[in-house]
C-alpha cells in the first residue's frame, strides 16, 4: 500500500486544517488507517485511527473534540479535520495503514507509512 498525505500548512492558533492521505496498491487487506505525528525531539504520537470497515474512530485525548477522522472508501482517501488548532499540534504529520492492528497508538503495528506533511501552529 503506498501512502500520500496532502493538506498541511501554517495556521494561526485557532484556525483549520484538513489533511488527505490517498492510498493506492493492494488496499483490500488494510483493516485500520491511522494518523501519527512527531514533533523535534519527540517520539511519535498516535493521533487518531479509524476501522476501515465500519469507520469507528479513536482518538488521542488531546485531540478529543477537535479532531474528527474519516474515510472515503470509494477514493481510498483518509482524512483528518483539525480544527481549533494549538500550537502545541505543530509537527509532521504522517498517515499510517495496517492488516491487523490491535493497539491504534502503537506506530510498529502498522505496515505502511506516507511521508508526511508539515503542520504549523503559530
Known amino acids: 500500500v503506498q501512502l500520500v498525505e496532502s493538506g498541511g500548512g501554517s495556521v494561526q492558533a485557532g484556525g483549520s486544517l484538513r489533511l488527505s492521505c490517498a492510498a493506492s496498491?493492494?488496499?483490500?487487506?488494510?483493516?485500520?488507517m491511522g494518523w501519527f505525528r512527531q514533533a523535534p525531539g519527540k517520539e511519535r504520537e498516535g493521533v487518531a485511527a479509524?476501522?476501515?470497515?465500519?469507520?469507528?474512530?479513536d482518538y488521542v485525548d488531546s485531540v478529543k473534540g477537535r479532531f474528527t477522522i474519516s474515510r472515503d472508501s470509494a477514493k481510498n482517501t483518509l482524512y483528518l479535520q483539525m480544527n481549533s488548532l494549538k500550537p502545541e499540534d505543530t509537527a509532521m504529520y504522517y498517515c499510517?495503514?495496517?492488516?491487523?492492528?490491535?493497539?491504534?497508538?502503537?506506530?510498529?503495528?502498522?505496515?505502511?507509512w506516507g511521508q508526511g506533511t508539515q503542520v504549523t501552529v503559530s
Open positions: 479509524i476501522w476501515v470497515r465500519d469507520g469507528r474512530p
Open positions: 499510517a495503514a495496517g492488516r491487523a492492528v490491535a493497539d491504534w497508538t502503537r506506530a510498529n503495528e502498522y505496515d505502511s
Open positions: 496498491g493492494y488496499t483490500y487487506s488494510t483493516s485500520r
